[in-house]
């Protein structure tokens, strides 16, 4: 088995600096405000509160990964059948985090500063990553993609 390294195109710590920082407040969806310890990059990101909860000061790893295959072999991208719901499935990259969602990049923008700002849409659920565009360089436009979250 090839290491994970060869599907994620970044990784980070972030830790959450404001929940909600526009002041709306949705039943199930919170906007995450969040600062990359390693890059700095900064984070806005909406999860759903009721499956997975982040407060204020929390930290968390945050992945994005082009399959959830192992060995690097590409994501049918239409399918996922989470481990324990199959008998006999391979171990998926999937298995080491605790929020997983899939979507695509839908837009990005290269600042004359040298940073991007990506926004990514994963099924109505919005992020926004801006960063140094040499730790970002592996995301490309209309790229589909798994983010994956775990505390720290």
Known sequence: MESSSKV??????????????????????????????T????????????????QETDRFTLVLASTLHLDGSPADHFSYVPAHCSTGQEPTLADNYE???HGR???????????????????????????DKKHL???????????LLKKD
Do not use: W
């Open 8 to 37: 994620t195109l970044f990784e980070d710590i972030f830790e959450i600096t404001a929940l909600n920082p526009d002041g709306f407040k949705f039943d199930r969806v919170n906007r995450l405000q969040a600062v990359g310890t």
């Open 105 to 131: 990049v839908f837009d990005m923008d290269y600042q004359k500063d040298g940073n991007v700002v990506i926004a990514f849409s994963y099924g109505g659920l919005l992020m926004r990553l801006i960063g």
């Open 39 to 54: 890059f700095e990059c900064d984070l806005l990101l909406d999860i759903h509160c009721e499956i997975y909860h982040l």
């Open 137 to 147: 360089n592996a995301i490309r436009p209309d790229q589909k993609l798994y983010l």
């Open 99 to 101: 929020y997983v969602m």
